[in-house]
């Protein structure tokens, strides 16, 4: 199958920081990444939808200003956590919609901690 | 209602028991149909792929889709204490997003 890249695994910074994540599709082109967040033992939550070359689109409840999403290219999209707080400490998934089997590949994952 | 509903579980089997796995949605429109598995810690892996009704085989993985039920479902035979992970579903129109199920936990006991 294909495969997603996130960098980097896992971080932690001093609150008030901001943290870039990096989401690459490595064999495939994606139009549309997306971003989720997920809490212990929780379902995934959506957080937005990234278009390449166009606005991110956000999910009731994100603070657009707060998580930062660029989608440069076909194959890297970025998130950026801004003036990270103890509360976005968690485990954020990127994933890339392959277009002609409609489905999407997910990364590995990024574990946050903001102490 | 949900679009996509999935019991969470948690499941657990002793070692060489069939699992099965449902979910069942409400939008008629859905036409791919996924299941990923997902270990802790991890971001999901994608298991199976089926596009519209029927069935689809992958090795111990089975995957079933009924339309006029609604309903999917993911068998899993001889299972394997490798297999304990949590398992969503998804589904999708083209060109639409994704909806997803909440997980069903599954742990096989050696």
């Given amino acids: ?42 379902s ?6 990234s278009n390449e070359g166009s606005k991110a689109t956000y999910e009731q409840g994100v603070e657009k200003d707060k998580f930062l999403i660029n ?21 954020y998934i990127c994933s890339a919609r392959d277009v002609l089997q409609e489905t999407q590949y997910f990364g590995p994952g990024t574990r946050l901690l903001v102490l | 209602q949900k679009e996509v509903e999935q019991d969470p579980g948690p499941l657990s089997v002793p070692e060489g028991a069939i699992v099965s796995l449902n979910c069942t949605y409400s939008n008629s429109a859905f036409q791919y149909f996924m299941w990923y598995r997902q270990y802790s810690r991890k971001g999901p892996e994608l298991l199976m792929y089926t596009y519209s009704s029927g069935n689809k085989e992958d090795g ?18 001889d299972s394997q204490p490798s ?3 949590t398992y969503l579903c998804a589904m999708s129109n083209p060109g639409n997003q994704f909806y997803f199920g909440t997980g069903t936990s599954l742990t096989v006991i050696p």
Avoid: N
């Fill in chain 1, 71 to 91: 989608h440069a290219s076909l194959t890297l999209s970025t998130l950026t956590v801004t003036s990270a707080h103890p509360e976005d400490s968690s485990f």
């Fill in chain 2, 83 to 85: 297999d304990s992970a």
């Fill in chain 2, 60 to 77: 111990r993985f089975t995957a079933q889709v009924d339309k006029s039920s609604k309903y999917i479902s993911l068998f899993i035979r």
């Fill in chain 1, 44 to 49: 995934l939550m959506l957080m937005a939808t």
């Fill in chain 1, 1 to 42: 199958g294909a495969v997603v890249s996130q960098h980097p695994s896992w971080v932690i910074c001093k609150s008030g920081t901001s943290v870039k994540i990096e989401c690459r599709s490595l064999d495939f082109q994606a139009t549309t990444m997306f971003w989720y967040r997920q809490f212990p033992k929780q």
